[in-house]
T-cell receptor, first 109, second 112 residues
């Protein structure tokens, strides 16, 4: 079966750095997406990785290792507004997204 | 402002009733999707449409139907609602394979 694993919840301090991990087992791979979802709102796109390596976009970076079935989202200089759930999703061989349950990130002052 | 509009925002429905959730996008995206989101679970795909006139079944299609008469609209119908269909429903669209999906604000549906 297809499976996306990410931690249920993480806590970090304002101004710090946090890394949210995602491991996956899917039938085929056509890229990995990270989304941010604030409580009661829609998911919004953060990043896309299809090749191994690190993609940097401002305070957010995303890393992919296809051989290990592993990705992480790195958030730097945490702000209170970064409190949200972060969703990892893999596009399978049918170009459908398989979603993880999300990691709820709590930022403390 | 370009985007996806879903209606209604929320609804309480008696079991056995028929309900249609509306979704309209103005980005001219070919692909559209319906997901449900339940606590502790990832988004699960109900139905999708790669282009106007075509639809396909996702992971959890039973009890739901869709149509795609044109590019902009992708309604989701619950023919006879059951309590297990209580969920938050998101409509999304994308500009093709490997492109990010853009989401509407969701419909919170409670079936009693």
């Amino acid at each position: 079966g297809q499976n996306i694993d990410q931690p249920t919840e993480m806590t970090a301090t304002e101004g710090a750095i946090v890394q949210i991990n995602c491991t996956y087992q899917t039938s085929g791979f056509n890229g990995l997406f990270w989304y941010q979802q604030h409580a009661g709102e829609a998911p919004t796109f953060l990043s896309y990785n299809v090749l191994d390596g690190l993609e940097e976009k401002g305070r957010f970076s995303s890393f992919l290792s296809r051989s290990k079935g592993y990705s992480y989202l790195l958030l730097k200089e945490l702000q209170m507004k970064d409190s949200a759930s972060y969703l990892c999703a893999v596009m399978d061989s049918n170009y459908q997204l398989i979603w993880g349950a999300g990691t709820k990130l709590i930022i403390k002052p | 402002i370009a985007g996806i509009t879903q209606a209604p925002t929320s609804q309480i429905l008696a079991a056995g009733r028929r309900m249609t959730l509306r979704c309209t996008q103005d980005m001219r995206h070919n692909a559209m999707y319906w997901y449900r989101q339940d606590l502790g679970l990832g988004l699960r795909l109900i139905h999708y449409s790669n282009t106007a006139g075509t639809t396909g079944k996702g992971e959890v299609p039973d009890g739901y139907s869709v149509s795609r008469a044109n590019t902009d609209d992708f309604p989701l119908t619950l023919a006879s609602a059951v309590p297990s269909q209580t969920s938050v429903y998101f409509c999304a669209s994308s500009d093709g394979d490997n492109q990010p999906q853009h989401f509407g604000d969701g419909t919170r549906l409670s079936i009693l």
